[in-house]
């Protein structure tokens, strides 16, 4: 993730500029598909409303061929154990009980976006969803019709995992730039610490991880640290279509009529709205590097002129970019997972790095992209798209 090379699609390199720029889209749509996606476009279809589908139409999700295997620290049993139904009597007793929530939401690919054991917005969206789509009354509360839904998986929530000698290499950052120039200085866009990385390589928060972990010096290669169990990655089938909810700031996608994931997102703004309508994806690029224009966007210091930033997970469009065939728009990951679904962009789509890797993965060339939905009122966040 540290490598400075731009992305390599096709053979050619990926230079996204501006996110949501006009140079941006024509670039990128100027590169050839990779050969394994260079297939036939996926098949439109039809969805009869734009809300998650019935419980029938629900994909299962993907087990590991493997157990899980529970976390030998005494920190881990009481997240495990962890039941909603009995009402939490400390605040560590209710954190345990949001975590395993979390846990079983994102397994389930209702992403709660960053795991945190926190209560907020993400995760009432992602109850909200799953209460749809398992035809329960939707209010985006735990409740024990909900909890005994998810709790049908009885594997862990937390598990072991031994630091790497490649978990702690780097080169790490001191600190991500917030001024452009500086930013453009930069041989890549890493991460500032082992601890960040793991934070990232689980979908936990760093304070989470930290919390868990008390004491551990994540630097050092063979520790054993406690996260979160999170299962299978890959989706159970292709993705077909993808729905952009502007108004309920949530991506949601289907394999022909069954619902396959859903994940948080920060959809455009009042100020830089995100298109409407049908659109497709037009290609995919991995650790995609972001030229900053600011003839193009409202954010930046016009003076500094046209400035490249090299890629890594914390380049202003994160990991991975999918690229629509609506002219400067994609879908793209961040370098603050913590805010997605809480702030507006320049109009592109946002999730977080985790979860715009495995859409990407999903997806091929001519996937059906639909925007629906208004813009929430919040001002766009500067630094990306």
Known sequence: ??????????????????????????????????????????????????????????????????????????????????????????????????????????????????????????????????????????????????????????????????????????????????????????????FTSPAEALAEMFHMDEALLKALNPGVDFSVAGARIVVAALGADKLPATVTRVEVDKTKRQVRAYGGETLLAVYPATVGSTERPAPQGDWAVRTVATNPTYTYDPSRLTFGKAEQGKLTIKAGPNNPVGSTWIDLTKDTYGIHGTPDPRLVGKTASHGCVRLTNWDVRQLSQAVKKGTTVAFVGVEQAHAAKAGAG
């Open 1 to 190: 993730m540290n490598s400075a090379k731009p992305a390599l699609f096709g053979g050619v390199a990926l230079m996204l500029l501006g996110a949501c720029s006009d140079s941006a889209s024509k670039r990128v749509a100027q590169a050839p598909a990779a050969p394994n996606q260079a297939a036939s476009a996926g098949t439109p279809i039809a969805v009869a409303s734009n809300t998650p589908a019935p419980v029938s139409d629900i994909a299962p999700p993907v087990l590991e061929t493997a157990p899980i295997v529970a976390s030998v620290s005494s920190l881990a049993s009481p997240v495990d154990t962890a039941d909603w139904t009995v009402a939490p009597e400390t605040k560590t007793g209710r954190r345990n009980a949001l975590l395993r929530a979390e846990v079983l939401l994102a397994r389930a690919h209702f992403s709660p976006g960053v795991i945190d054991g926190q209560d907020g917005g993400n995760l009432k969206n992602a109850i909200s969803a799953f209460e749809l789509a398992h035809d329960l009354p939707v209010d985006g509360g735990m409740d024990e019709q909900v909890w005994a839904e998810l709790a049908k998986d009885t594997r862990p929530a937390l598990t072991d995992y031994i630091i790497a000698p490649d978990d702690v290499k780097g080169p790490f950052l001191a600190k991500i730039p917030t001024d452009m120039a500086e930013l453009a200085k930069l041989p890549a866009v890493g």
